[in-house]
């Protein structure tokens, strides 16, 4: 049996289609290091939507 490695925090599930995007040399390692990185991530992009959908 498969043990479940990953449990979503909201109601709404995600997008099936992930958004990439490239960056410099050694920035994921540093990324991964910082805690809940993806939910962090998630949030900034969120107020970065806002932030333009207000101008």
Do not use: C, H
């Not at 709404?12 to 991530?41: M, S």
Request: net charge positive.
């Amino acid at each position: 049996m498969s043990r479940i490695k990953f449990k979503p925090d909201n109601k709404v599930a995600y997008d099936k289609a992930p958004v990439q995007f490239k960056v410099l040399p050694g920035i994921r390692e540093k990324l991964k290091t910082v805690p809940d990185w993806q939910k962090r991530l998630r949030n900034f992009v969120n107020e970065l939507i806002e932030e333009v959908d207000k101008q």
